[in-house]
């Protein structure tokens, strides 16, 4: 391996660490039956879990902890359309008539977060009927996760700045489109198919269309992961799908 030059650096205060993620819209089901969705970036899977970093007062944060229940949808590359007619829009009446002191709440109210009820209508989006979940899907993306709340953490305890939870949430079914499929594999995406719509510094990226390099890490056999994943469902994924 050539080596890399090393540029000179710099000890910085970033006010945020969005080193770029992928764009999640999460579905809840509100108190009185509709829907809510919330685009969000600070998500990550292991396993069949996957931990996902909120504001207490998000209605979406609400709902989860209320119903236990959402669908992790993954927005691709050509989604931020959507994305953005999501943004800066919440399903907290509150965010209106939110006084100054009210933390987070106060800083959507200045930051120009307006109440929105009918997201998917707002958005364009469409809903589909999950299988095992009360929230929707959103069809529009590749990739969507039925998941039920498993744990809450209050983040920043030790601070005095509060307001953020880190959720663990647990995927009890997988629905992608076949476009993403891995051909002659039952249960693989084929991330040269799948192209992410990627949060970096709050602004919106795709992926490079083609691989950085090879990957050693990848020589290692995706089933192999699979005792820490679900099992496989026979009822909706068998060879035939192949
Ligand atoms: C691309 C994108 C990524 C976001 N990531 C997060 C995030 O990781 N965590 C979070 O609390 N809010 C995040 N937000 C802001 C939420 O969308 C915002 O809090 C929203 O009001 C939540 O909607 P709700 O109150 O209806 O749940 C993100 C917004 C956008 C557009």
């Not at 007062?57 to 949808?73: G, H």
């Amino acid at each position: 391996m050539a080596p890399l030059s090393i540029p000179s650096s710099q000890t910085i205060s970033p006010p945020i660490f969005y080193w770029g993620t992928p764009v999640v819209l999460i579905t809840t089901e509100n108190e009185d039956g509709t829907s809510n969705i919330a685009p969000m970036s600070s998500a990550w899977w292991l396993g069949n879990r996957c931990m996902l970093g909120l504001g207490a007062i998000s209605q979406t944060t609400i709902n989860l902890i209320r119903t236990k229940q959402c669908v992790l949808n993954l927005a691709s590359d050509n989604m931020a359309g959507a994305v953005n007619a999501l943004a800066r829009t919440t399903g907290s009446k509150e965010v209106m008539t939110a006084a100054e002191g009210t933390g987070y709440l106060y800083f959507k109210r200045m930051n120009g977060y307006k109440y929105v009820s009918d997201k998917f209508g707002h958005s364009g989006l469409t809903p589909a009927a999950s299988d095992l979940v009360r929230p929707p899907r959103i069809a529009e993306c590749p990739a969507q996760m039925e998941a039920e709340l498993k744990g809450v953490y209050e983040m920043m305890q030790d601070a005095e700045m509060k307001g953020f939870i880190a959720l663990e949430v647990q995927v009890t079914r997988t629905h992608v489109h076949d476009n993403i499929r891995m051909a002659g594999h039952a249960n693989r995406i084929d991330p040269d198919k799948w192209h992410p719509l990627i949060m970096s510094f709050q602004e919106l990226y795709g992926l490079s269309r083609k691989k950085a390099s090879a990957s050693v890490l990848a020589k290692i056999n995706e089933e192999g992961y699979r005792p820490f994943a679900n099992p496989v469902d026979e009822e909706v994924s068998t060879e035939e799908d192949i």
